[in-house]
């Protein structure tokens, strides 16, 4: 007899494999639907007919869909994401290096920004409705409001090019040192930080309000405890699983803005090495960086919903 | 008498002003769209309110241009992805079985890969035109519609004038358009407004990513795209899009707000 709640977390798993496959179908279903034709859409309309012929049999475009699906997932599964047709390289090779600093980067923003929207949340609910609280949501309401690219520049403008704190370009090569590398992203990390930071505060103070209304909370108020006291020790415990909720959502969230930011600040990741792909109309590469990126965001949403169970008491101790 | 706040007044009017200055684009921006008048990157003057950009044509009027491009297609983005959203999640909800089963996995489907890498997959081969922006930016938006609409409806679906509704043997259309679509429409229509802003943002993020409004069109993304290296000369060309998108995108949430705050307090909003 299972634990009940391996048995929820198997059937989420499960589930999240079934979405990766179907999104991964759904990516491939994506590209082709050009009516027409790649490989005329690849070479222009003055292609020859032998070089129109010659690329088809290359890129397998006189196989079925179906067929072509089946092939292009079972070498993806086995780490062959093929070859870019604009430079001919191997797609799994360069992309390799570029997911590294792609997690690299998101993973420093996540470091900041995570325990950073919980000190705002908290200090937020603390001083709930006073000014500390009205200049956190005025600020977060700014933040939304402008595309993160935008956020980028504006930072550039000010910090990198007139204060001169921080370079404007985030190039990262393996010859720097660590430290090296985080100044060199700084800038990116903060954009990053901004953009996720404001909806992480809003919901960990909703939660933590919500909390708040309980019984017990007043109890502790009359107890005499502090204030500060209230929220982070007996209010938080109570509140941790929408919060982690919501930090898994906004972790994925930051792998996708990390596209533009990448693009902004040249740096040589995976988002910039799709969008110029995209440009480029180089299908094979879109379709190996679409599919990793379902799969880590994905990943990712599947880990919140795992976080939730876990954090449930009444599921991990079943009557 | 309606009270409105001063807050959703003032969202109210400045959102009126960007959709009259879309609409009235070319009797009001002073140069024409593409017309060089200037050098490049002109400091503002009485001539030229906001300066030059990167080939000397007039800011403020590629600004205003550039307005009416994105208005124009989050707007039809929008409706586009109201309409598609709305009808399904509302037959969904009130169809269930397996027509709500197969829909609803679908959206999931849809939701699970993220929008801007999906944007970018489909757009790698479609041809970059206004039409294609609009279907893929609204279908892929849709999907948000459909949730919002069909847990509403869902709770809609079980109240008793519903139920009255079935029993006089009112039509499946009757249902869906007389007795849940006005009861829907009020969270729906806020929702509308923050749709719109992301549609805004969504369609800046791709221009300026290369792959939306090509030139020489311009809208506020491009705009960023086309003024770009002169950030690090301490030109600010690039930063004035950002101050449109800023005010736009904050009246219109102050005006869904206000909607919200009205039509989810019990007295209708009236009491505040």
Known sequence: MLHPIVKLLVQRIALGLLLLFAASALIFAGTQLLPGDVAQSILGQSATPEALANLRAELGLNDPPVQRYFNWLFSALHGDLGTALSNGEDIAQSLGKRLGNTLFLAACAAAVSVPLALILGIVSVRYRNRWPDRLISAVSLASISIPEFLIAYVLIFYVAVQLRWFPSVAMISDAMTLGQKLSAIALPVAVLTLVVLAHMMRMTRAAILNVMQSAYIETAELKGLAPIRIIARHALPNAIAPIVNVIMLNLAYLVVGVVVIEVVFVYPGMGQYLVDHVAKRDVPVVQACGLIFAAVYIGLNTVADVVSILANPRLRHPK | ?272
């Open chain 2, 1 to 272: 008498m309606i009270r409105i706040p001063l807050s959703a007044l003032l969202g109210l009017t400045v959102t009126a002003l960007f959709f009259a200055g879309a609409a009235l684009a070319p009797w009001i921006a002073p140069y024409p769209m593409t017309q060089i008048v200037g050098d490049v990157w002109e400091p503002a003057s009485a001539e030229h309110l906001l300066g030059t950009d990167s080939i000397g044509r007039d800011l403020l009027s590629r600004m205003i241009y550039g307005g009416r491009t994105t208005i124009w297609i989050a707007t039809l983005a929008t409706m586009l992805s109201f309409l598609t959203g709305s009808v399904l999640g509302l037959t969904a909800a009130v169809a269930g079985g397996w027509v709500d089963q197969a829909l609803s996995r679908l959206v999931d489907l849809v939701m699970s890969i993220p929008t801007l890498i999906f944007a970018l997959v489909v757009l790698s081969v479609l041809p970059t035109t206004m039409t294609t922006l609009v279907l893929v930016m609204g279908l892929l938006d849709s999907t948000r519609v459909y949730r919002l609409a069909r847990a509403v409806a869902v709770d809609i679906t079980v109240m008793d004038f519903v139920e009255a509704a079935r029993l006089r043997g009112e039509g499946r259309g009757w249902i869906v358009f007389r007795e849940i679509l006005p009861n829907a429409l009020s969270p729906l229509v806020a929702e509308m407004g923050l749709r719109f802003i992301f549609m805004v943002l969504f369609l800046s993020t791709l221009s300026f990513l290369g792959l939306g409004v090509q030139p020489p069109n311009a809208d506020w993304g491009g705009i960023v795209k086309e003024n770009k290296e002169g950030i690090v000369y301490g030109i600010s060309a690039a930063l004035t899009p950002a101050i449109a998108i800023a005010a736009l995108a904050i009246s219109v949430n102050l005006v869904a707000d206000w909607i919200l705050t009205r039509t989810t307090s019990l007295k209708g909003g009236r009491g505040e």
